[in-house]
């Protein structure tokens, strides 16, 4: 931020920046995925990618929640998002399966247990 408090403008965007105790700048906190919770979500992605049901993913970390988007065809709107919102990890839980027209399909603390709506077991075929 400027001196005057307004946030600084670089190449057309507007920085802002979050201030520590001593004075010294930081970016501000962003919400992410750690590790453990991309593995249990790429376990999924993988298997519905080899059955041939999703095709492309993104991956989007903003300043309130982190969204991982499943994509039929990547000119789509994404079918599925897996969001981890923590505001609301003491209430409904912090991770929630959201289908394409905004339903939320399912909502809760454990990641592994939300991503059971999207883990369809594969079915053998017999001709």
């Not at 190449?11 to 249990?40: C, K, M, W, Y």
């Amino acid at each position: 931020m400027s001196e005057s408090g307004d946030p600084e403008i670089s190449g057309g965007h507007a920085t802002l920046v979050a201030f520590a105790a001593n004075g010294a700048s930081r970016p501000a906190p962003q919400i992410a995925f750690d590790r453990r919770e991309l593995n249990e979500i790429l376990r999924i992605y993988g298997r519905m990618v080899a059955a041939g049901e999703w095709r492309d993913y993104a991956i989007d970390h903003l300043h309130d929640k982190a969204v991982f988007s499943i994509f039929r065809r990547t000119s789509e709107v994404p079918l599925f998002r897996v969001e981890k919102d923590p505001s609301l990890a003491r209430r409904q839980g912090a991770y929630a399966v959201i289908a394409a027209g905004g339903y939320i399909m399912k909502r809760g603390h454990d990641l592994r247990q939300v991503l059971t709506v999207l883990d369809k077991q594969l079915k053998i075929v017999e001709s």
